[in-house]
């Protein structure tokens, strides 16, 4: 191994900055005459808009305009798009209601934006807007998507009757049904997966410039896919075409998925900067963003598994209903289908697969992808019922996900995904020993000695990552394709940028990009620059999200290394008289192989910008780009442990052992990945024991802020065990799987079991908060007791 | 965060003065839960008058009977590693160990604290566990008659706490459940053997704020003994009840609690 290069531990580049404060965020960009804005917001989940009266704000001290969703709609401002167009099973395409970025008539969720103030600065603006008159017709609200279906319940959106965006399926409907009718025994399951708020540190931000010499518009956003951002806004909401708008997305603090979306407040920055003639800044704050910001998961489903009489899986049947909030936002029609029911498969060989599900809007904040989308839920419900299957046929759970086990590969599963490469047993067994699973009887009896009841859990997970191959999704729906961008441009003195179109937004790009470059010429990481984040500088390029960067773009990268190795092979065969096939690069130099005759990587690309010498035919320079579109998704996989105690007394959980055994192909960077894992991991525990978006029932949210909503802390996770058993991925050149999302997928299940285990197999909804748990162990230890 | 002016003052005289003069001051001392709530802009003083600069308002200091006397503008942490209150009250040295985060409590004070008189805060349990006598620049109250309801306390307007006085108890100890969002008491009981018998004080879990469990005081006065708590707990009627925890929850807790906080003792 390199020492910067694949699977070396390097120090993240970018770190530097980012803990010594100089991190360049869009907060910290100020220009001339920056205006600030502050958005009126409706403080009810449903109601008719009779009019805003801005006259009082106007006259406060440095307002400079109040506009209004009329002033929008009238300039042709383009309503906010969703980006997957998903039918129904009558093959009809989906319901969407409008949504514009300032709503003049009729609000469906708290926090809807219905105008904005520009004025001097933000307390000036915030204090304005808490002045701006808004008189409105209160209607009632749904806020439970089960709720929203019924015919009584209050309408959204005259385009979606009785709520329902689609009503969507996947499966051969008889095949599972014939299955189920030849069953040896059926395990049933009804599950919620709780609405979750993504919470990245840095809350959403946008500072917008237009320049009316040029007629040229700037952004600095919050952005976790720049282009897409600028494609969206040209093309749909008008702003200013392509070429006339540049957007920047500079140090970014998280997303989370969060940030894929192009929402209201940065349209409005954008028109309103033109409208005041000044640059227009708006700072989210975080009770804003636990209103406004694209919610997560928020599914119920009922699920049916058929086993033979040699307990194998031989069907699966599942009914969801989606609760998308109030709107669609751009891949809301995708997650609870495309990357949902494509997933239901989870590790098993499983012969039919059914899925039906439903999308409803209800009086709630858009829902949309955060970390994992829709795999998540995918793999909590497969996991929950082989987990219920299990106990309700006397079998270890373990053995029992073993035995149905996929082990030949490719594997085409009932529900499109083409599984391309794994070793689930693998996996299992390394998790199992990493945990000493085989040990757990004595753990338990030990706990109980102590008042506590021990449970341990598992988590068989799948994913699809490196989205995606453009066809395929373009003939499912999806309004773009998932391709990744790269040029490497050589500089003169050997020293290299990378531009690329994924965009790191805490994942570490800076770093694991300078070593596939390391790697290939041997030159040390900080010869290497990365550069991404701005349409001016960067190429067109689809972005981060889906654990895509790795597999995707870092694909593209290696596409764009061959290019330019080929060139400096040519360029040094020719100077140093050889046969380019003789040519090797290692340690930054280029070598005649078997011989000491040599040329430093800079003597090459001196040569290649000096042109006094090059091959004949040959363009001076040495810059190279290509486009990486993927032939398949990539399958990360693996096994998660989870082995909890319970304080009986109080319901409180503790996680007293957490093994991730995951299968994330080849790794660029260790140090990385396994961050990438604990993260994944606290949200998925998160997720499971701690976090709610809990709203009441006239639609207000009740956890919108950390007072409420329950953050994972240092404190309520163990110190991780972590395992990698890689096989590579066939479909891209770098054999790379993508483990962003990977422990937020894997983790909920296993702990939910653990728990469950627990307490004597009982089910628990998430998150399993301290007083379910009491509830469910103050009934469950006179029942242990007998036992 | 609305506009408004800061005035650092050096002396509780100065102090007086300053509140009188304004039109809608607040009390600034160490700020964890004023300034968070200006921020949000659900309060919006005219001024705020900080004490935090005041010496006569700080320190920890014995008493010739053994009682501890606390400034004020005293922080959690210098509480929570005071040797005295370690060696005398050990409960409220871990009560004030275990307020919040680091953060809070190298900024917070005993004096907010209590002024504030936040229904889930950890100090007034100890308060009127302990017995305390809370000083202010125009009196003195005792912890009973202090605390008059949720954010309630016998403070008249501008009306300074100066100092608190623990008086001496054999033994103390407090155990908390945490809000597992905010980390603030869902329910928090402090314990103490006191020269007049056991006393017992719920945080959190009330919907008046802070008050006393004389079932579980007179089943400690018999045998001061986790078991002797049996099931004694407060009438879930008068509990809080919110989307961390029903009524009937928080009296489990303190029962729970109550225990684990005798065993400790």
Known sequence: MKAEGIGARVLRKEDNRFISGKGNYTDDVVLPRMGHAAFVRSPHAHAKVLGVNAEAALAMPGVDAVLTGHQLVADGIGNIICGWLVHSKDGSPMNMGAWRALEPEHVRFVGQAIAVVIADTPQQAKDAAAVVDVTYEELPAVVDSLAALATEAPQLHEEAPRNTSFDWELGEEQQVADAFANAAHITKLDLTNNRLVPNPMEPRAALADYNSAEEHYTLYTTSQNPHVARLVLSAFYNVAPEHKLRVIAPDVGGGFGSKIYIYPEEIVCLWASKKVGRPVKWNCDRTEAFLTDAHGRDHHSHAELAMDADNRITALRVETTANLGAYMSLFSSAVPTYLYATLLSGQYDIPAIYANVKAVYTNTTPVDAYRGAGRPEATYLVETIVDKAARELGLDPADFRSHNFIRSFPHQTPVIMNYDAGDYDATLSAAKQAANYADFATRKAEAAARGKLRGIGLSCYIEACGIAPSQAVGSLGAGVGLWESAEVRVNPVGTIEVLTGSHSHGQGHETTFAQLVAERFGLPTDNVTIVHGDTDKVQFGMGTYGSRSGAVGMSALAKALDKVEVKAKRIAAHLLEADEADITIEDGELKIVGTDKKLSFTDVSLAAYMAHNLPEGMEPGLKEGAFYDPQNFTFPAGTHVCEVEIDPATGKVEIVQFVAADDFGQIINPMIVEGQVHGGLVQGIGQALLENAAYDADGQLLSASYMDYTMPRADNVPSFKLETNSTLCPSNPLGMKGCGEAGAIGAPPAVMNAISDALGGVEVSMPATPEKVWRLAQAALPKQAAE | ?265
């Open chain 2, 1 to 265: 965060m609305y506009e408004t002016s800061y005035n650092r003052v050096s002396s509780v005289t100065e102090a007086a003065t300053a509140l009188d003069a304004a039109d809608d001051p607040k009390i600034l001392a160490g700020g964890q839960t004023l300034i968070p709530t200006m921020k949000q802009r659900l309060a919006a003083p005219s001024e705020l008058v900080d004490i935090r600069q005041v010496d006569e308002l700080h320190g920890i200091s014995m008493q010739a009977d053994g009682a501890i006397r606390i400034g004020a503008t005293t922080t959690h942490a210098e509480v929570a590693a005071n040797a005295d209150v370690r060696a005398q009250l050990p409960g409220l040295a871990s009560l004030a160990g275990h307020i919040g985060d680091p953060h809070v409590r190298y900024m917070g004070t005993i004096g907010g604290s209590l002024a504030n008189n936040d229904p889930a805060a950890d100090y007034p349990a100890a308060a009127l566990a302990l017995g305390a006598t809370i000083t202010t620049n125009k009196g003195s109250y005792s912890a009973e008659e202090f605390f008059t309801g949720m954010f309630e306390t016998a403070l008249q307007e501008n009306e300074i706490v100066t100092a608190v006085t623990f008086p001496v108890a054999q033994r103390t100890a407090y155990a908390k459940f945490p809000n597992p969002a905010s980390r603030y008491a869902m329910a928090g009981v402090f314990v103490a053997q006191t020269p007049s018998g056991p006393r017992v004080a719920v945080t959190g879990a009330g919907q008046e704020g802070v008050f006393r469990m004389p079932a579980m005081e007179a089943a400690l006065a018999e045998n001061w003994a986790a078991d002797s708590l049996g099931s004694i707990q407060p009438d879930a009627q008068d509990m809080l009840a919110d989307i961390h925890g029903s009524a009937e929850y928080r009296a489990n807790l303190v029962n729970v609690m109550a225990k684990r906080a005798v065993a400790a003792a």
